[in-house]
Nanobody, 124 residues
Framework: QVQLVESGGGLVQAGGSLRLSCAASGRTFGNYAMGWFRQAPGKEREFVAA????????NYADSVKGRFTISRDNAKNTVYLQMNSLKPEDTAHYYC?????????????????WGQGTQVTVSS
């Protein structure tokens, strides 16, 4: 059974930083892509960032490029999302997602496993 557990969310002022973590278990972590998605109240879930299984390939939503960095430590079965220069519009529930293959990209349907999420609130 694949499990994903996020941590690191919280309340931060605009311009601040947070690092989200997602600990995975239940399958060979390094064989699969990982992604981060977010959902704000009243909005659909949207792609934030993804990283390939080996960690060499990443892609980002335009809204977070240059501010967020996704990374992974396959020895620790953990994926991270470093969020800098946070804006109030980054406020959302952030979800970690486990890909169906080594590359999953931005489509949520390419991810078969989801964590419960962690709340990020950015005050102005």
């Amino acid at each position: 059974q694949v499990q994903l557990v996020e941590s690191g969310g919280g309340l931060v002022q605009a311009g601040g930083s947070l690092r989200l973590s997602c600990a995975a278990s239940g399958r060979t972590f390094g064989n699969y892509a990982m992604g981060w998605f977010r959902q704000a109240p009243g909005k659909e879930r949207e792609f934030v960032a993804a990283i390939t299984g080996g960690g060499l390939g990443t892609n980002y939503a335009d809204s977070v490029k240059g501010r967020f960095t996704i990374s992974r430590d396959n020895a620790k079965n953990t994926v991270y999302l470093q969020m800098n220069s946070l804006k109030p519009e980054d406020t959302a529930h952030y979800y970690c997602a486990g890909g169906r293959g080594s590359y999953s990209g931005a489509l949520s349907t390419n991810y078969g496993y989801w964590g419960q999420g962690t709340q990020v609130t950015v005050s102005s």
